[in-house]
């Protein structure tokens, strides 16, 4: 389940990797639901998976 700006949500039946989501938006970095309170260890790379079970945060865009 990935969970985006403005609480939108979207869950995938199936495992994806981070880059699947990245291509989808653009410029979004994806955190696990920790980010606010041990944010380096919350940045999740693009070669992870996600299943269907885990929840991850879509909630900064990086500009650059």
């Given at each position: ?41 919350s940045?999740v ?20």
């Amino acid at each position: 389940m990935i969970v985006l700006v403005g609480g939108m949500v979207e869950l995938y039946p199936q495992v994806i990797t981070v880059a699947h989501v990245m291509e989808k938006y653009p410029g979004l970095v994806v955190t696990r639901p920790k980010v606010f309170k041990r944010p380096h260890e919350s940045i999740v790379g693009s070669e992870e998976f996600v299943s269907w079970s885990e929840i991850l945060f879509g909630p900064f865009y990086n500009n650059c």
